[in-house]
């Protein structure tokens, strides 16, 4: 049964309001309309320049996440601009929303597509190239596959599974959790022959990245597991901050209305019981970390994507009743709010920190490289070397003294300027120069006259 069904369009007719009557594919469509408008109008946040930089050295891995990012800006650099670094988000995150409304049944098309909408990570990789881009596309992916795999057993529907989950591990190393655990609610499989054929072809898929992995020292599980973040002290507020997450990330105000429906809803199937496992161990994985080390907002995004699949395969959905209608009707709002004063360069606004890393980075370049014609860049992080390499069209490398390592390390674009005299963008305040104020409010320090080799001998901060 697919989406455009009669038992579908059946299923639409009883949606309250005036949204019974608005076809799924054209909201998932109008919404990807705003998207191409929203990618159109931002300059690059930091870490999508970040990646950006990764493009232009095409890899089967970096330092920090695996290399699809990488590749989906490539796919759009063609486009040119930052509309070209988020082309593939935005194509991606609308065939996404397809496979979206055909987990969902027999659920509301409208419901789904609305849902999808609201979700954080959703929402967030439909109009910014990040990891949790390609994470949103290939969890549906995985999903869509392994519900197949899992009613027909077919060699054709293992192997689907088989590309998927490499596709989630090239996306975002958290994909290793929601296979690992699909195989653990599956454990009748490791019996079968057709599993472990599958297993191999998904190994073998994998298995540049791994090569990669071990050809530069296993840097990526050595800074992600041992390094990154560790204080081992437990931090109450941290761990409060977390619990407030888990209850936004379903939808926003719709948040607890979807775990209490969450809890209280039985898994009939076996697919039901893999996805409220990928649910509890995700988020439970998550909670358990957060009391050594500090868990980012967006890393169990990828679990309500799941946690709305299984709701609405049980067809309980937000339009099926007055209050999670009008929390879902709120929440779109606030989105829409969000999305529209994100494209205004606005000072004062409640989201300031976010306008101020995309807005005037272009002219912001323009102006330090015309003031400052004969020098050769570099900087000290990470995103202001990216930042000023995009919008300059000049590489600029990025030294990281005293700063957290990245793939920047590995590259070694500095090695030119050895023995060179540079202009360094300081951002430690550990060298005497010009104070430069940057468009989101930081202040970098302009240190001139020194090569990079001058400059990483200086250990002592004046």
């Not at 309001?17 to 690059?44: D, H, K, M, V, Y």
């Not at 190239?129 to 027909?152: G, Q, S, V, W």
């Not at 994909?175 to 079968?192: D, E, F, K, M």
């Not at 209280?264 to 076996?270: F, G, I, L, V, Y």
Request: charged share 15%.
């Amino acid at each position: 049964m697919t989406a455009s069904s009669p038992k579908a369009r059946e299923d639409v007719i009883i949606v309250a309001g005036w949204l019974a009557r608005i076809p799924w594919w054209a909201l998932l469509l109008a919404w990807s309309a705003i998207n191409f408008w929203q990618a159109a109008q931002l300059e690059l946040i930091n870490d999508e320049a970040y990646y950006w930089m990764f493009s232009r050295f095409p890899d089967w891995g970096y330092f920090d996440h695996p290399p699809m990012v990488a590749w989906w800006i490539i796919l759009g650099s063609w486009a040119g601009g930052e509309l070209g670094v988020r082309l593939a988000s935005l194509i991606f995150w609308t065939l996404g929303g397809w496979l979206f409304v055909q987990l969902a049944q027999p659920a509301p098309a409208t419901a789904a597509v609305l849902w999808y909408a609201l979700l954080p990570l959703s929402s967030f990789s439909s109009f910014l190239a990040l990891p949790d881009a390609p994470l949103c596309f290939f969890t549906l992916a995985f999903l869509y596959a392994l519900e197949r795999y899992l009613r027909e057993n077919t060699l054709l529907s293992g192997t689907a599974v088989a590309v998927a989950a490499a596709g989630l591990l090239y996306s975002k190393y958290h994909g290793l959790l929601i296979i690992g655990t699909a195989v653990l609610a599956n454990l009748q499989w490791v019996r079968t022959r057709r599993f472990w054929a599958c297993a191999l072809f998904g190994l073998v898929l994998f298995m540049p990245h791994l090569y990669w992995q071990w050809s530069h020292g296993w840097v990526s599980v050595t800074y992600h597991i041992f390094e990154r973040g560790r204080d081992y002290q437990v931090d109450w507020l941290r761990v409060a901050k977390f619990i407030g997450n888990q209850l936004v990330l379903p939808g926003i105000l719709l948040g607890p209305w979807a775990w209490t429906q969450f809890a209280k809803t039985p898994a009939n199937t076996p697919f039901e019981r893999t996805l409220k496992a990928i649910v509890l161990v995700t988020v439970g994985f998550f909670f358990l970390s957060v009391f050594r080390t500090k868990v980012y907002w967006n890393w169990t995004n990828a679990a309500y994507l799941v946690l709305a699949v299984f709701l609405l395969r049980r067809n309980v959905h937000p339009l099926m009743g007055k209050v999670p209608e009008t929390l879902m009707g709120i929440s779109l709002v606030l989105l829409i709010m969000f999305r529209v004063f994100a494209a205004l360069p606005i000072s004062g606004l409640p989201i300031a920190g976010f306008t101020a890393k995309t807005h005037g980075w272009k002219v912001w370049t323009e102006s330090l490289m015309k003031d400052y014609p004969e020098c050769r860049w570099t900087a000290n992080s990470y995103y202001v070397a990216s930042k000023l390499s995009f919008y300059s069209g000049v590489t600029v490398p990025s030294l990281n003294i005293r700063s957290r390592p990245n793939q920047f390390d590995l590259w070694e674009l500095e090695q030119p300027y050895l023995e060179q005299e540079v202009c360094h963008l300081d951002d430690q305040q550990l060298f005497p120069g010009v104070a430069l104020l940057t468009p989101e409010g930081r202040t970098l320090t302009l240190v001139k006259g020194n090569s990079v080799g001058t400059l990483r001998k200086m250990k002592t901060p004046f």
